[in-house]
């Protein structure tokens, strides 16, 4: 199988699976395997991975052990194809009062994003996201949270459930 092409996939949208991880590079060498190929995106501190079978982008975060532990759940999300289907998930999820905070225009996860968080009733955030292009920094630098997400809502609007993951 060959490394997919980034943010291409096939239907409307596809699960968002972000984990904080440890070791980076064994995590990156596991899924390699799991996959049968190779990370479309690396850097030092973050590796995505664009299955097609489950139709998934699973990120791994390099965390400090000190402050978060690895092997965690950072957040979960649904990447969407674009900003229309965005659009039309942010009014139906708002109409129910679902949504705890948006993010438009933003760079996170080394990419360009427009997004916005739920947060499910034990404190997980849910991401729903389009990916505008790329970007050139992992956390949103004016959004850290405690809520052990990089790219989440300011600290009044998410949960306070550990310390952030990105650095200082």
């Known amino acids: 199988m060959t ?6 996939f ?18 990156v060498a596991f899924y390699t395997e799991v996959f049968d190929h190779g990370p479309t995106k690396l850097r030092d501190d973050y ?7 489950p139709s998934l982008n699973l990120t791994m975060e390099k965390v400090d052990s000190t402050r978060t532990k690895g092997g965690t759940l950072s957040h979960m999300g649904i990447q969407l194809q674009n900003t229309e289907l965005l659009a039309a998930q942010r009014e139906r999820l708002s109409a129910k009062g679902l949504i705890a905070y948006e993010e438009k225009d933003t760079d996170c996860c080394y990419a360009r994003q427009e997004k916005f968080w739920l947060t499910d009733p034990d404190g997980n955030m849910v991401e729903f996201f389009v990916v505008l292009g790329e970007g050139t ?4 630098q004016g959004a850290m949270s405690k809520a052990g997400v990089c790219c989440a809502a300011p600290e009044e609007a998410a949960p306070a459930k550990q310390e952030s993951c990105c650095p200082g």
């Open 3 to 8: 490394t997919p092409t980034p943010n291409t």
């Open 10 to 27: 096939a239907g409307p949208a596809r699960f968002h699976l972000a984990l904080h991880v440890a070791d980076l590079d064994a995590s």
């Open 47 to 53: 590796a995505k991975f664009e299955a097609e079978l």
């Open 137 to 140: 920094v992992r956390p949103n």
